[in-house]
C-alpha cells in the first residue's frame, strides 16, 4: 500500500516563506502524477499543484508566481515551496499521488496569519 506521509506545516506571517515535503513509499515514484492539494475550513479541497512524470508542472491561479512544485526520483520525495504566504493560503495541506482518486497523505496544517 502506497504511504504518503507530508511535513513541513507551520504557522508563518503574511509574506513569509513555508516548504512542504512528502515523502512516499512502496511507489515507483518517477511515473506517477504527484499533487499538493489543500482544503480550507468550510471549503472543497481544491488543487495546489502538481508535477508530471516527465517534470510538467501545473498551479492553481491563485499560487502562480508564488509557489514551486519539485520532486526528487533519487528520495521519493515531492516538495512545494511556497513564498509571500498570504492569510488565505491558510488550509490542510495534502500530499496526492495519482489524482483525486489515488492515495493520500495525512494532511499538514498551514496558517498565514500575524
Known amino acids: 500500500q502506497v504511504q504518503l506521509v507530508e511535513s513541513g506545516g507551520g504557522m508563518v506571517q503574511p509574506g513569509g516563506s513555508l516548504r512542504l515535503s512528502c515523502a512516499a513509499s512502496?511507489?515507483?515514484?518517477?511515473?506517477?502524477?504527484m499533487g499538493w492539494y489543500r482544503q480550507a475550513p468550510g471549503k472543497q479541497r481544491e488543487l495546489v499543484a502538481s508535477?508530471?512524470?516527465?517534470?510538467?508542472?501545473n498551479y492553481a491561479d491563485s499560487v502562480k508566481g508564488r509557489f514551486t512544485i519539485s520532486k526528487d526520483n533519487a528520495k521519493n520525495t515531492v516538495n512545494l515551496q511556497m513564498n509571500s504566504l498570504k492569510p488565505e493560503d491558510t488550509a490542510v495541506y495534502y500530499c496526492?499521488?495519482?489524482?483525486?482518486?489515488?492515495?493520500w497523505g495525512q494532511g499538514t496544517q498551514v496558517t498565514v496569519s500575524s
Open positions: 496526492n499521488a495519482n489524482g483525486p482518486k489515488g492515495n
Open positions: 512502496r511507489i515507483i515514484f518517477s511515473n506517477r502524477v
Open positions: 508535477i508530471g512524470s516527465g517534470g510538467y508542472t
